[in-house]
């Protein structure tokens, strides 16, 4: 099973006086730094996703199954497996029904549902313990046991209900109908069923009820089946998308901006033609402000334009841009994740307006009239880089990029990706498998340093059998994009022997997709290319794999293979030198999960040290963001600190 972990993610911050989770970094003489923290354990659980299992203990589960086992047997061997598997921070219940009350003529036989573990974390005794008193017994009141379900799981955040079951409802009210009213009451609910050995009108029910419940169905037959089915909904229902960040409100207007000095946030924006107003403080005289902007569109959303503007605080200014970028997508109707940046740099073009690069910054965030997406929640990022000295030194842009051909490993290693980019799953160069469904969006995380370039290939075999027959006869896309640090999209248009970014599964052909990044280097910014300016700091690279929604098709995943090469050049390696600074530390806004546990106003300023006999360099700069229910190390490379990633 891969469980979901929230990983590590590299931004280069440059900021003082940002809480430290990690403990003080060690700072060149007259420049304080610090490892800047989104997030706890504790925060994590709460964006992990909660998850109830409803199981049939009707009198039907004593039959015989495939494989020679009853239905119970089977179904208490896969929930065994799975309970073992479970992440400990994975807030999973358990609820029943059929299992007091045996016929529908005896009294309470359409209510006979007991919730037999409340969600909750580190449970799995109790969980064993409720899995071995399972037993086959009464009736079947599905639609009354998902509306327990639903309260079990309360009214807030990401929840899923995932029901088993071998037969028809037995009882009212319809299944199907209480299914759509949840789903539609609760925009973070969804219900996914697996049918234990179904067939006709009891499958075409169950099927229903995922379909109404926004989830998916999966057959089963044997318990290896159902072990495979219940890994794929678990491990898919407790890594939903999620935003990280410090809750701020933009302003309406430019008088009303909010004020924010580097950091990680998460706002509010509005429908078509609303406005976000932010006023970034400048801490370092002649710095480069990056700013990145990410989230989700609604399904449904056939027009998706966002811009981001900036321009002088100062009234007096000769400029009234100091850059502006857009993410507009009118191609992908089902919901996708989103991602721009733009770094204020005098070596930008366009960019070397004075009054961009000292003083403080305004940011205007619009969603533009046309675009038809609801209000959400988007992140933002904020980082602010030192000058540096010896820019001309430096390796220059890497203007053109070419094909790398990812080494294929012997034994590829079973993964399932992300939801988000807060919670993407770590990888490594190497050899991956996976599998993908209909209308899902994967998130894969590689650290990449100075000189590096990130490589990503997905191949999807061809298509045989019952999954030839379960892909819809209306073309459904595969698509693979890549990220920086900062959630700026590469804009990758390579032509053969590289692979597409976008191809449809029209028929059984096999499917290619993937993307590559240019070299990481300083002077990139220096480009008049968008994306080729983003690939100017290290951190942490993000590749998204996409499949659109096939409403013409059965429910079926579609297996695939991922090859991840991170490929170094010694002729771009060189890291920048970061001119030292005694700004002293501003307070810093508090973090979501410093909000909620202690009230505290959230400022600190760590210590600064004097080098210690490591090589270093003499400038360091914090990179990183310590995500949920990790740790958090630093990997230096050449006057920048790479936070690395890993897993307890």
């Given at each position: 099973?891969?469980?979901?972990?929230?990983?590590?993610?590299?931004?280069?911050?440059?900021?003082?006086?940002?809480?430290?989770?990690?403990?003080?970094?060690?700072?060149?003489?007259?420049?304080?730094?610090?490892?800047?923290s989104?997030?706890?354990?504790?925060?994590?659980?709460?964006?992990?996703?909660?998850?109830?299992?409803?199981l049939?203990?009707?009198?039907?589960?004593?039959?015989?199954?495939?494989?020679?086992?009853?239905?119970?047997?089977?179904a208490?061997?896969?929930?065994?497996?799975?309970?073992?598997?479970?992440?400990?921070?994975?807030?999973?219940?358990?609820?029943?029904?059929?299992?007091?009350?045996?016929?529908?003529?005896?009294?309470g036989?359409?209510?006979?549902?007991?919730?037999?573990v409340?969600?909750?974390?580190?449970?799995?005794?109790?969980?064993?313990?409720?899995?071995?008193?399972?037993?086959?017994?009464?009736?079947?009141?599905?639609?009354?046991?998902?509306?327990?379900?639903?309260?079990?799981?309360?009214?807030?955040?990401?929840?899923?209900?995932?029901?088993?079951?071998?037969?028809?409802a037995?009882?009212?009210?319809?299944?199907?109908?209480?299914?759509?009213?949840?789903?539609?009451?609760?925009?973070?609910?969804?219900?996914?069923?697996?049918?234990?050995?179904?067939?006709?009108?009891?499958?075409?029910?169950?099927?229903?009820?995922?379909?109404?419940?926004r989830?998916?169905?999966?057959?089963?037959?044997?318990?290896?089946?159902?072990?495979?089915?219940?890994?794929?909904?678990?491990?898919?229902?407790?890594?939903?998308?999620?935003?990280?960040?410090?809750?701020?409100?933009?302003?309406?207007?430019?008088?009303?901006?909010?004020?924010?000095?580097?950091?990680?946030?998460?706002?509010?924006?509005?429908?078509?033609?609303?406005e976000?107003?932010?006023?970034?403080?400048?801490?370092?005289?002649?710095?480069?402000?990056?700013?990145?902007?990410?989230?989700?569109?609604?399904?449904?959303?056939?027009?998706?334009?966002?811009?981001?503007?900036?321009?002088?605080?100062?009234?007096?200014?000769?400029?009234?841009?100091?850059?502006?970028?857009?993410m507009?997508?009118?191609?992908?109707?089902?919901?996708?994740?989103?991602?721009?940046?733009?770094?204020?740099?005098?070596?930008?073009?366009?960019?070397?307006?004075?009054?961009?690069?000292?003083?403080?910054?305004?940011?205007?965030?619009?969603?533009?009239?046309?675009?038809?997406s609801?209000?959400?929640?988007?992140?933002?990022?904020?980082?602010?880089?030192?000058?540096?000295?010896?820019?001309?030194?430096?390796?220059?842009?890497?203007?053109?990029?070419?094909?790398?051909?990812?080494?294929?490993?012997?034994?590829?290693?079973?993964?399932?990706?992300?939801?988000?980019?807060d919670?993407?799953q770590?990888?490594?160069?190497?050899?991956?498998?996976?599998?993908?469904?209909?209308?899902?969006?994967?998130?894969?995380?590689?650290?990449?340093?100075?000189?590096?370039?990130?490589?990503?290939?997905?191949?999807?075999?061809?298509?045989?059998?019952?999954?030839?027959?379960?892909?819809?006869?209306?073309?459904?896309?595969?698509?693979?994009?890549?990220?920086?640090?900062?959630?700026?999209?590469?804009?990758?248009?390579?032509?053969?022997?590289?692979?597409?970014?976008?191809?449809?599964?029209?028929?059984?052909?096999?499917?290619?997709?993937?993307?590559?990044?240019?070299?990481?280097?300083?002077?990139?910014?220096?480009?008049?290319?968008?994306?080729?300016?983003?690939?100017?700091?290290?951190?942490?690279?993000?590749?998204?794999?996409?499949?659109?929604?096939?409403?013409?098709?059965?429910?079926?995943?579609?297996?695939?293979?991922?090859?991840?090469?991170?490929?170094?050049?010694?002729?771009?390696?060189?890291?920048?030198?970061?001119?030292?600074?005694?700004?002293?530390?501003?307070e810093?806004?508090?973090?979501?999960?410093?909000?909620?546990?202690?009230?505290?106003?959230?400022?600190?300023?760590?210590?600064?040290?004097?080098?210690?006999?490591?090589?270093?360099?003499?400038?360091?700069?914090?990179?990183?963001?310590?995500?949920?229910?990790?740790?958090?190390?630093?990997?230096?490379?050449?006057?920048?600190?790479?936070?690395?990633?890993?897993?307890?």
């Open positions: 099973m891969i469980r979901s972990r929230s990983p590590v993610i590299g931004i280069l911050l440059a900021v003082v006086g940002l809480t430290a989770l990690a403990g003080p970094v060690p700072a060149a003489p007259g420049m304080t730094v610090a490892v800047w989104i997030g706890s354990p504790d925060a994590a659980e709460e964006e992990i996703g909660r998850m109830q299992l409803v049939d203990s009707s009198g039907s589960m004593s039959e015989p199954a495939a494989g020679g086992q009853t239905k119970i047997a089977a208490k061997r896969a929930l065994s497996d799975i309970v073992d598997g479970l992440p400990d921070q994975a807030q999973v219940g358990l609820r029943v029904y059929g299992a007091k009350v045996f016929s529908r003529n005896d009294p036989a359409c209510t006979d549902s007991q919730q037999v409340a969600p909750g974390t580190d449970n799995r005794d109790e969980l064993r313990a409720a899995i071995a008193g399972y037993r086959p017994y009464g009736e079947t009141p599905i639609g009354y046991a998902l509306s327990e379900a639903a309260k079990d799981l309360g009214g807030e955040g990401h929840r899923t209900i995932v029901l088993v079951s071998d037969g028809e037995t009882c009212p009210p319809s299944p199907c109908v209480v299914a759509r009213r949840l789903a539609e009451d609760g925009i973070e609910l969804r219900i996914d069923v697996v049918g234990l050995d179904v067939s006709g009108q009891a499958r075409r029910q169950l099927a229903c009820i995922a379909d109404a419940g989830g998916e169905y999966y057959d089963a037959d044997s318990a290896d089946d159902l072990v495979r089915a219940l890994d794929r909904t678990s491990a898919r229902a407790l890594r939903p998308f999620q935003l990280a960040g410090a809750p701020i409100d933009g302003g309406d207007t430019e008088q009303e901006a909010a004020q924010i000095t580097a950091g990680k946030y998460v706002d509010t924006l509005g429908g078509a033609g609303s976000n107003w932010y006023r970034i403080r400048r801490e370092l005289p002649g710095s480069s402000l990056w700013i990145g902007v990410a989230g989700k569109t609604a399904a449904g959303t056939e027009e998706e334009r966002i811009e981001l503007l900036t321009r002088p605080a100062d009234p007096m200014a000769e400029t009234d841009s100091c850059g502006e970028t857009e507009f997508d009118n191609s992908w109707a089902d919901s996708m994740l989103f991602g721009l940046d733009l770094v204020i740099d005098p070596r930008a073009p366009g960019q070397h307006y004075e009054d961009c690069q000292r003083g403080d910054l305004l940011v205007t965030l619009r969603r533009a009239e046309t675009a038809d609801p209000a959400g929640q988007v992140e933002l990022l904020v980082v602010e880089e030192p000058p540096v000295q010896d820019v001309d030194d430096l390796p220059s842009p890497q203007w053109d990029t070419e094909w790398q051909e990812p080494a294929t490993t012997a034994s590829p290693t079973p993964i399932l990706g992300g939801a988000s980019f919670g993407a770590i990888v490594e160069p190497g050899s991956y498998t996976g599998d993908i469904v209909p209308g899902e969006t994967q998130v894969f995380a590689l650290d990449v340093g100075w000189g590096d370039t990130p490589v990503f290939d997905v191949q999807i075999p061809r298509r045989e059998g019952a999954l030839e027959e379960a892909v819809g006869a209306y073309e459904v896309d595969v698509r693979a994009r890549l990220f920086t640090p900062m959630r700026g999209q590469f804009d990758y248009s390579l032509g053969p022997p590289a692979p597409g970014q976008t191809e449809p599964l029209a028929d059984w052909r096999p499917v290619h997709v993937g993307s590559i990044g240019p070299q990481v280097r300083y002077r990139n910014r220096e480009s008049g290319q968008p994306h080729l300016q983003s690939a100017s700091i290290p951190g942490t690279y993000y590749l998204v794999v996409e499949m659109s929604d096939d409403p013409g098709g059965d429910n079926y995943a579609l297996p695939f293979t991922m090859r991840v090469a991170r490929i170094s050049f010694p002729e771009g390696a060189a890291a920048p030198e970061y001119t030292g600074t005694d700004a002293a530390s501003p810093s806004p508090p973090t979501a999960a410093e909000t909620a546990d202690d009230g505290d106003d959230g400022t600190s300023s760590p210590d600064a040290r004097d080098d210690s006999e490591d090589g270093l360099g003499s400038v360091r700069l914090a990179a990183g963001v310590a995500a949920a229910a990790l740790g958090v190390a630093a990997l230096a490379l050449a006057g920048l600190l790479l936070l690395r990633r890993r897993p307890r």
